[in-house]
């Protein structure tokens, strides 16, 4: 049985910067494109950022692209998630996930496995 545990959100300032974790256990980690997604209150689910099975290719949207920056340590079944210049727009909870696919590709349909989310709230 596959488990995602995030952890790492909080409340934090505008230009403050904030560092999200995932831990995996349960199933072959390292095989697998994992990423990050976020949902605000009355919005879908969107994608953030993925990375491939290696840790060798990163994908982002837009708006996070020089921002954020998604890692892996596979030795330690790890996915990090490093947010930097954080704007009240960034408030949302964010959610680990397992990526079926192509990572560069992912969407919430594409995603085998989440985790319970954790929530970054960003203040004025």
């Known amino acids: 049985q596959v488990q995602l545990v995030e952890s790492g959100g909080g409340l934090v300032q505008a230009g403050d910067s904030l560092r999200l974790s995932c831990a995996a256990s349960?199933?072959?980690?390292?095989?697998?494109?994992m990423g990050w997604f976020r949902q605000a209150p009355g919005k879908e689910r969107d994608f953030v950022a993925t990375?491939?099975?290696?840790?060798?290719?990163?994908y982002y949207a837009d708006s996070m692209k020089g921002r954020f920056t998604i890692s892996r340590d596979n030795a330690k079944n790890i996915v990090n998630l490093q947010m930097r210049s954080l704007n009240p727009d960034d408030t949302a909870m964010y959610y680990c996930?397992?990526?079926?696919?192509?990572?560069?590709?992912?969407?919430?349909?594409?995603?085998?496995?989440w985790g319970q989310g954790t929530q970054v709230t960003v203040a004025f």
């Open positions: 990375i491939n099975w290696s840790g060798g290719d990163t």
């Open positions: 349960g199933r072959t980690f390292s095989t697998y494109a």
């Open positions: 996930a397992i990526v079926s696919g192509r990572p560069e590709w992912a969407t919430p349909s594409t995603v085998l496995y």
